[in-house]
């Protein structure tokens, strides 16, 4: 009958608004206004949260005996739960990476900012 397991296709867009252009145009037009300033232009973007403890990780490496791990991730388990925030500086072509343990809102996210800046950003 012509059946057969299908996925979907992400292939149909929605209207968007006319202005969306806009504001690519705009940051595209501050970031080159900073550039030639030489002030740093950062990407920020946070990560999966990971659970802190003894846990299996995708991660291998060399040694004489497996590492013993828990069978489950329970977060019961946990010492605590790790956020990593990846900060990207364009001009210099770095990344650096916060790592907080605090909830995920942006007041950690500009914590984040924070101490890259104290740490990095204000010595270039």
């Not at 900073?34 to 949260?49: E, N, W, Y």
């Not at 497996?66 to 946990?78: A, C, E, I, K």
């Not at 790592?99 to 101490?115: K, L």
């Amino acid at each position: 009958m012509g059946y057969s397991l299908r996925l979907n296709h992400k292939k149909l867009s929605t209207d968007c608004s006319p202005d969306r252009n806009d504001q690519f145009l705009y940051l595209g037009d501050l970031r080159h206004r900073f550039q030639r300033r030489g002030l740093p232009i950062i990407s920020v973007d946070t990560k999966k949260r990971e659970l802190v403890g003894n846990f299996k990780n995708p991660g291998s490496r060399w040694d004489l005996s497996p590492r013993l791990v828990n069978d489950h991730d329970f977060r019961s388990d946990t010492t605590g739960v790790a956020i990593p925030y990846g900060i990207y500086d364009l001009l210099a072509n770095r990344g650096s990476v916060v790592v907080g343990v605090s909830h995920d809102t942006s007041a950690f996210a500009a914590r984040a900012i924070a101490h890259w800046w104290r740490q990095e950003g204000s010595g270039r």
